[in-house]
């Protein structure tokens, strides 16, 4: 999987319905609200333990970054396509 790919395996995004069913807050609802509302289920389920939820919580801090160096590469090309961008 590349960068900008998507992995055939990985899960379908959720919906707008399904967000709101998991009273999301619009804040978190992104391109990884498909893991963060399973994540969300079992830390009710098991009261917060930390230890409990490790598999899901892994699962969408990974894709967490993963959409922040998306996020961090599509700024850079843009900065870099601008006429008259400066370098730091």
Same mark, same amino acid.
């Given at each position: 999987?590349?960068?900008?790919?998507?992995?055939? !395996?990985?899960?379908?995004? #959720?919906? @707008? +319905?399904?967000?709101?069913?998991?009273? *999301?807050? *619009? #804040?978190? @609802? !992104?391109?990884?609200? /498909?893991?963060?509302?399973?994540? /969300?289920?079992?830390?009710?389920?098991? $009261? $917060?333990?930390?230890?409990?939820?490790? !598999?899901?919580?892994? %699962? $969408? +801090?990974?894709?967490? $970054?993963?959409?922040?160096?998306? @996020?961090? #590469?599509?700024?850079?090309?843009?900065? +870099? %396509? @601008?006429?008259?961008?400066?370098? /730091?």
């Amino acid at each position: 999987m590349g960068l900008f790919g998507s992995s055939s !395996d990985a899960p379908p995004k #959720a919906t @707008r +319905e399904e967000m709101r069913d998991a009273k *999301l807050p *619009l #804040a978190y @609802r !992104d391109s990884c609200a /498909n893991l963060l509302i399973p994540l /969300n289920r079992c830390r009710s389920e098991t $009261y $917060y333990l930390p230890w409990k939820c490790e !598999d899901e919580r892994h %699962s $969408y +801090e990974k894709c967490q $970054y993963e959409e922040f160096k998306r @996020r961090v #590469a599509k700024m850079n090309e843009l900065k +870099e %396509s @601008r006429p008259g961008a400066r370098t /730091n």
